[in-house]
């Protein structure tokens, strides 16, 4: 079972994604735009597949306190929240912040 900080963090990181692509900033918590894109599959649709090599490295790099401002939202985006909260721990995240 996976953690609620485990689905803040993903969801975070798919509304600083999405809120990113529209206020034309190329960065999100210390995040190239292009790399957060990568963990999107993961974490949206009925059953997303699980994250890739290159979503998780992405995951270990993000500033996930700075994520957490963007929860409130995800859901407007259409996130599964189970596959979210799953993320963090399929990668090998072992801490993630209490949102």
């Avoid at 292009?34 to 500033?63: N, S, Y």
Wanted: hydrophobic fraction near 40%; include cysteine; charged fraction near 15%.
């Amino acid at each position: 079972m996976v953690g609620i900080r485990g689905y803040v963090f993903l969801s975070c990181l798919l509304t600083i994604t999405l809120i990113v692509s529209v206020s034309c900033t190329n960065t999100v918590c210390n995040v190239p735009l292009t790399d957060l894109m990568e963990c999107l599959p993961a974490i949206t649709g009925a059953r997303p597949p699980a994250p890739t090599r290159q979503c998780c490295k992405v995951i270990r790099r993000v500033d996930l306190p700075c994520l957490c401002r963007y929860k409130p939202q995800l859901a407007k985006f259409g996130a599964n929240p189970e596959a979210a909260m799953a993320v963090p721990k399929r990668c090998g995240v072992k801490s993630t912040p209490r949102c």
